[in-house]
């Protein structure tokens, strides 16, 4: 049974570019949160997806969107990027309320994303 | 808001030493606490957890007790090795939401 998987597993863009970093799953949960990772610095929450609609977001600017497809996977995308969205980027699976374990949140490895 | 305290590292003790990570948290009402663990260029990976008071979470060693009095949820190992060596994050959830990490606590372990 596969965990949850990201890719790329590395991306570097220079400023005022834009980037898709992307989420599979684990197999039978079908939410998915991203969070970002400053260096040295604990994961903060960037926004959850549950079918197919955003349903929690935290403090992070408009640049930052995501998607959820009906398989479950997940983009986040970050437009016009900054020295500051230099960070790893980690996805998190979670299954619905009333299985087993539905509070606990699986990361993935996470996409390091470097801008210049 | 909510939020979550850790004790500042880098933490380093030898090997066999008793280990005690400090995590305070700010919530109302009765969040479910985690310790997570994350090693050398990996993401996280979930040690143990709480979901209500005087619950106690366990795995590998590590225990942690959720302390609603004291709105703590302190990790501790025995004897810790080598290979423990990481940065340990502890978080509190409501449900199926955002997790709210603290900002985590490196410890190094010497031989």
């Known amino acids: 049974d596969a965990g949850v998987t990201q890719s790329p597993t590395h991306l570097i863009k220079t400023r005022g570019q834009q980037v898709t970093l992307r989420c599979s799953p684990k197999s039978g949960h079908d939410t998915v949160s991203w969070y970002q990772q400053a260096l040295g610095q604990g994961p903060q929450f960037i926004f959850q997806y549950y079918e197919e609609e955003e349903r929690q977001r935290g403090n992070f600017p408009d640049r930052f969107s995501g998607h959820q497809f009906p398989n479950y996977s997940s983009e986040l995308n970050v437009n016009a990027l900054l020295l500051g969205d230099s960070a790893l980027y980690l996805c998190a699976s979670s299954s619905v309320p009333g299985t087993a374990n539905y509070n606990e949140q699986f990361f993935g490895p996470g996409t390091r994303l470097t801008v210049l | 808001g909510d939020s979550v305290t850790q004790m500042e590292g880098p933490v380093t003790l030898s090997e066999e030493a008793f280990l005690t990570i400090n995590c305070t948290y700010t919530?109302?009402?009765?969040?479910?606490l985690f310790w997570y663990v994350q090693y050398p260029g990996e993401g996280l990976q979930l040690l143990l957890k709480?979901?209500?008071?005087?619950d106690k979470g366990s795995n590998k060693g590590f225990e942690a007790t959720y302390r609603k009095e004291t709105t703590s949820f302190h990790l501790e190992k025995g004897s810790v090795q080598v290979s423990d060596s990481a940065v340990y994050f502890c978080a509190l959830s409501r449900g199926t939401y955002k997790y709210i990490f603290g900002t985590g606590t490196r410890l190094k372990v010497l031989a």
């Open positions: 919530a109302t009402g009765y969040p479910s």
């Open positions: 709480a979901t209500k008071a005087d």
